[in-house]
């Protein structure tokens, strides 16, 4: 089964736009651990949700496939990842929200990754 892990990231008000812009690049260097499935972590931000108060004023998010738990666990405990959020984020945060769900193998196609896909049937 795949893992879907979902970071949204909220920045205190003062950080500067070049440690934001910083975090950003850096973490999307994070997609070539042996831990991101097939390399698939993508970062996004700002918000460009409308109305802006229906984000809660988050302003960037993470999205990255693993392959199982242990794969995860690998990436969270990796000094890269450590490195990164230690030195852009921790120091900048005002908030964080963590969400990680196993993708059910029928629905893995969805994703790009094997299952059936609706040609198959």
Do not use: W
């Amino acid at each position: 089964m795949t893992i879907v892990h979902i970071v949204l990231f909220k920045f205190q008000p003062e950080t500067s736009p070049t440690i934001r812009e910083k975090f950003i690049t850096e973490l999307k260097t994070l997609k070539n651990l042996h831990c991101v499935q097939s390399q698939r972590l993508v970062v996004g931000g700002p918000s460009i949700t409308d109305p802006a108060s229906k984000s809660k004023g988050f302003q960037y998010a993470l999205v990255s496939y693993h392959e199982n738990r242990a794969a995860l666990d690998a990436y969270q405990a990796s000094s890269e990842h450590e490195r990164v959020t230690h030195t852009y984020f921790i120091p900048y945060r005002e908030d964080l929200v963590r969400f990680d769900f196993e993708v059910e193998e029928g629905d893995e196609h969805l994703l790009g990754f094997g299952g059936v896909s609706g040609s198959e049937i």
